[in-house]
């Protein structure tokens, strides 16, 4: 089953304009994080929050966590035609089971 | 420092036969994740061993099977092979303890 799931599913957008990603969860969560796939290979980690973690940021990416409405978000700046790919966000619940559990996955067009 | 490798890279079946996929976990990692991956439905968890043990299996059938072995390389094992078990299946490795997954660049399986 899904745990995460990405909204809006497919954005596109052009060269230098910000993308932002939303997930929504079901059950308390140890961590998020994100992700990005690249035409079908193997995903690469992006960033991870902890679950007493607002905000964080890496290079051009913001993530926010709001653990009240079990949601994400990935903000992606001044982004680049490279940044094409899939993203997707997956949560580590709270209870031990150490189990990733992914959401279906948001595609992201950056036009040049 | 190689990375986590899968093979093979392409595998092509027919319906009833059986397939084996092959993973080698980043060295010093412990744990490996199995995921399928088909197109449209995200990602799918589906196997995790840890120390040669599996921890966690997903919501797929007994006909889906696989191993650790003790240098911690790991087997998926897919009998009985239906149209529907076509995906890209992704195999990712953690260290002891971290959060974050490596994954390798996965080996598609096409079931005619």
């Known amino acids: 089953s899904q745990q995460g799931e990405e909204d809006p599913q497919a954005l596109s957008i052009q060269e230098g304009e910000n993308a932002t990603m939303n997930c929504s969860y079901k059950?308390?969560?140890?961590?998020l994080q994100w992700y990005r796939q690249n035409s079908g290979r193997g995903l690469v980690h992006l960033i991870l929050?902890?679950?007493?973690?607002r905000e964080k940021h890496s290079g051009r990416l913001r993530v926010t966590l709001d653990t009240s409405k079990k949601s994400s978000s990935l903000l992606i700046t001044a982004s680049r035609a490279a940044d094409t790919a899939s993203y997707f966000c997956a949560t580590v619940s709270q209870g031990g089971s150490e189990k990733l559990v992914f959401g279906k996955g948001m595609k992201l067009t950056v036009n040049p | 420092e190689a990375g986590v490798t899968q093979s093979p890279t392409h595998l092509i079946k027919t319906r009833g036969q059986q397939a084996t996929l092959r993973c080698s976990p980043i060295s010093g990692h412990t744990s490996v994740y199995w995921y399928q991956q088909a197109l449209g439905l995200g990602l799918q968890f589906l196997l995790w061993?840890?120390?040669?043990?599996?921890?966690n299996r997903g919501n797929f059938p007994p006909r889906f099977s696989g191993r650790q072995f003790p240098n911690y390389s790991s087997e998926l094992n897919v009998n009985a092979l239906e149209l529907e078990d076509s995906a890209l299946y992704l195999c990712?490795?953690?260290?002891?303890?971290?959060?974050?997954?490596?994954f390798g660049a996965g080996s598609r399986l096409t079931v005619l």
């Open positions: 990712a490795s953690r260290l002891s303890g971290a959060n974050v997954l490596t």
């Open positions: 929050i902890r679950s007493n973690e």
């Open positions: 061993y840890d120390e040669g043990e599996e921890r």
């Open positions: 059950t308390s969560i140890n961590n």
